[in-house]
């Protein structure tokens, strides 16, 4: 997106350079990279990362509003609320497409939203290595609104341990060590000094959990939460009932609490109406199909990464579905071939992290990652077969 820059960094680029940024990478976590990382990193303009930070500023709008939680009620679905909800999450994550709007013109469109982490320990991680092998201008960051390295550091620790010991704050997931996201799971422990723990590993007296670590037994007080309910709901019986115990009034604190992946998610977009967010609507609340559905999608409410998504849309896609509360209906975003590769152009998408200390009145962005994807689909598990994609950092221009 900015020429100079990018023509100068394919120049400059090497295979064996790359071999080397990715043995970096791995270096502390043999084996634990499970997913493709692109070659090259973005360099973003301030403006369209002012243009992304001001739709998120209106989205904010409609989050902190008086009316969002009973708006949100209904994105909870049935038996899957669970008690002692807090009064906001700690953290939330902004997708969006890098569009073309005219020749040459790029404008952000927001894609999806979370109340959900995602890999903040990597991206610190891989930003310091991306800074060691490539040569990145010192006025750009992957930083916004002041932060740096350190205090996003400080911000990460205080976010997920808050005023406990870290041994009784667990990172919780299923089979975490089988996840593709592991890496992550890694850097946050070795940034923050809490566990890794299983949902299989918990036990419960009352209403207290526990976990074992070298064979002692620790009370857990904190969760900072990954497990992702959909994929609790695909696991063996056993593990499902184990899950049950998450939906009881434990005497523990949520990082971010569960609800709030439902609340802020594709559920909330029909609610916003900005110039960065394409036009959503509820498929339960259209009386009629739109004549034009190549320029929409459909998605269903209640998924993760990218599951269950339609893209090429046609009429009997929109009356085979049975229960049209739970999908939404959204104008396509037309991805630009924005980022030149050697080998043909690559789309984007830049995630934007948030966090939200306790108390405040609002979040605050704090850091980023970004994807490559020469395919219909952004993201890692769509692009296997291809390079100069995968997922990277964006650097934005101060």
């Not at 029909?270 to 034009?292: A, C, G, K, M, N």
Request: aromatic content about 14%; glycine content about 4%; proline content about 7%.
């Amino acid at each position: 997106m900015i020429p100079e820059l990018r023509k100068q960094f394919i120049e400059k680029f090497s295979e064996a350079a790359y071999r080397q940024y990715l043995e970096d990478l791995e270096a502390p976590y043999p084996g634990a990279l499970d997913f493709r990382v692109a070659e090259t990193p973005l360099f973003i303009p301030a403006v369209f990362r002012d243009q992304m930070l001001e739709a998120c500023e209106h989205i904010i709008d409609v989050i902190t509003a008086p009316e969002f939680k009973q708006q949100s009620e209904a994105a909870i679905p049935t038996n899957y609320s669970v008690p002692n909800e807090d009064v906001h999450p700690q953290c939330l994550v902004f997708d969006f497409g890098i569009c073309e709007e005219s020749p040459g013109v790029f404008e952000p469109r927001l894609i999806e939203m979370q109340g959900f982490p995602s890999l903040f320990g990597y991206q610190l991680w891989h930003e310091q290595v991306t800074r060691r092998h490539f040569s990145i201008p010192p006025s750009f960051t992957a930083y916004m609104q002041g932060y740096d390295p350190k205090s996003y550091l400080d911000f990460l620790q205080e976010m997920i341990v808050g005023k406990h010991a870290p041994e009784s704050v667990i990172l919780l997931e299923i089979f975490p060590h089988r996840q593709k996201t592991r890496i992550d799971f890694y850097c946050t422990e070795e940034y923050t000094g809490i566990s890794i723990v299983c949902i299989t590993e918990l036990e419960k007296e009352g209403q207290q959990l526990f976990y074992r670590k070298n064979g002692k037994k620790i009370r857990v007080t904190r969760i900072y939460n990954r497990i992702i309910f959909d994929e609790l709901q695909q696991q063996p019986a056993e593990v499902q009932e184990k899950g049950k115990l998450l939906f009881e009034a434990l005497d523990v604190e949520w990082v971010p609490h569960p609800n709030w992946f439902y609340r802020i998610s594709k559920h909330t977009l029909p609610f916003i109406q900005h110039r960065y967010v394409p036009e959503t609507r509820f498929l339960s609340q259209i009386t009629q199909w739109p004549t034009d559905l190549e320029n929409y999608v459909l998605k269903p409410l209640f998924s993760f990464a990218g599951q269950g998504v339609i893209i090429d849309l046609t009429l009997a896609d929109l009356e085979n579905i049975q229960d049209p509360s739970n999908w939404i209906l959204q104008r396509k975003v037309n991805y630009a071939d924005a980022i030149q590769t050697p080998d043909g152009p690559a789309k984007a998408e830049i995630r934007l992290f948030f966090f939200w200390k306790e108390g405040a009145p609002r979040p605050v962005a704090v850091n980023n990652l970004a994807r490559l994807s020469k395919g219909k689909m952004i993201g890692v598990r769509y692009n296997k077969d291809k390079s100069w994609v995968g997922g990277t950092v964006a650097y934005f221009e101060a």
